[in-house]
């Protein structure tokens, strides 16, 4: 059998709403030398029955416990056979010229690492929208993550030894992990052609309530980057910038959950000091606002 090119990692859980229509999005790609591989995290819906239906054998699908996104992206680079992998939420879409525009900047670029332009799509509406400008990821990722997981391409040896961080709490912020710690042993290239869409839709917060988890979890996110002796040689003091988006990260997500001022304040401060231009983030006014019950 043929290797692919492109393995195309799709994790899921409970998206039987969604995910026939992912897949096919995949499948109607112009570059047609690649795999996927659905890993299902444990889903309770009909995700099992509905994959069924799909008839290509470039799909392959595997069904294991559930254990979070990071432990399903770490099973499929585990299952991938292709030159490079890359990432599909369950919710999301690929436009048909994906792969192409991947294929095609990799010949010319060569790169170990690296993501197409994205924009968010409302499933109510329609309606468009354009993230945060890409200008140079190896100094913005640094201060918040700007990257859609489905724009990212990773040469499959590097994603075997760069795998996501499986910690369990530290959930929702995975992926910005990793994306640090890629940036601090490569070049990330971006190429800004938009070939793939963010779906928003009710069912994908990832709020949570409980703050103790969102304190955890950002706690443990510091603590991780700043563990990484590859992050400290490659960034420095510039990881300063890290550590204060993720207290706002916090401090935000707090406020969202009804915390109470006290620590709502106490992680807006600790990210202000910092690195003071967290003022200057729409973020800023928006937990102060909360904070305050305006």
């Given at each position: 059998m043929n290797s692919p090119y492109f393995s195309i990692i799709v994790p899921t859980y409970n998206r039987a709403g969604f995910i026939y229509k992912t897949i096919q999005s995949v499948l109607v790609q112009k570059f047609e030398n690649f795999e996927v591989i659905v890993v299902d995290d444990g889903s309770t819906d009909n995700t099992s029955e509905i994959i069924q239906t799909i008839r290509d054998s470039r799909v392959q699908y595997y069904k294991k416990r559930n254990e979070e996104r990071a432990a399903a992206r770490n099973y499929g680079i585990a299952k991938a056979r292709?030159?490079?992998?890359?990432?599909?939420?369950?919710?999301?879409?690929?436009?048909?010229?994906?792969?192409?525009?991947?294929?095609?900047?990799?010949?010319?670029?060569?790169?170990?690492?690296?993501?197409?332009?994205?924009?968010?799509?409302?499933?109510?509406t329609g309606k468009e929208r354009w993230p945060k400008k890409i200008v140079d990821i190896n100094d913005q990722i640094l201060r918040g993550n700007l990257l859609s997981c489905n724009g990212v391409f990773i040469r499959r040896e590097i994603a075997l030894q760069n795998r996501f961080n499986q910690t369990r709490v530290l959930s929702s912020l995975e992926d910005w992990e990793l994306w640090i710690r890629l940036a601090a042993r490569f070049k990330f290239m971006h190429n800004p052609e938009v070939t793939s869409l963010v779906v928003n839709?009710?069912?994908?917060?990832?709020?949570?309530?409980?703050?103790?988890?969102?304190?955890?979890?950002?706690?443990?996110?510091?603590?991780?980057?700043?563990?990484?002796?590859?992050?400290?040689?490659?960034?420095?003091?510039?990881?300063?910038?890290?550590?204060?988006?993720?207290?706002?990260?916090?401090?935000?997500?707090?406020?969202?959950?009804?915390?109470?001022?006290?620590?709502?304040?106490?992680?807006?401060?600790r990210g202000i000091k910092l690195n003071p231009a967290e003022i200057f983030k729409k973020r800023f006014l928006v937990i102060v606002k909360l904070a305050m019950g305006l």
């Open positions: 292709g030159e490079y992998v890359n990432f599909l939420d369950s919710d999301d879409l690929v436009l048909p010229h994906h792969l192409l525009t991947a294929f095609n900047f990799i010949q010319k670029n060569k790169p170990e690492v690296f993501h197409l332009g994205y924009k968010f799509k409302d499933d109510d839709h009710d069912a994908r917060s990832v709020l949570s309530g409980d703050t103790e988890k969102i304190k955890s979890k950002v706690e443990t996110f510091a603590k991780i980057v700043e563990s990484d002796s590859e992050n400290q040689r490659a960034f420095g003091s510039h990881l300063r910038q890290t550590y204060a988006s993720v207290f706002t990260y916090a401090a935000l997500h707090l406020a969202m959950a009804h915390a109470s001022r006290k620590e709502v304040f106490q992680y807006l401060w």
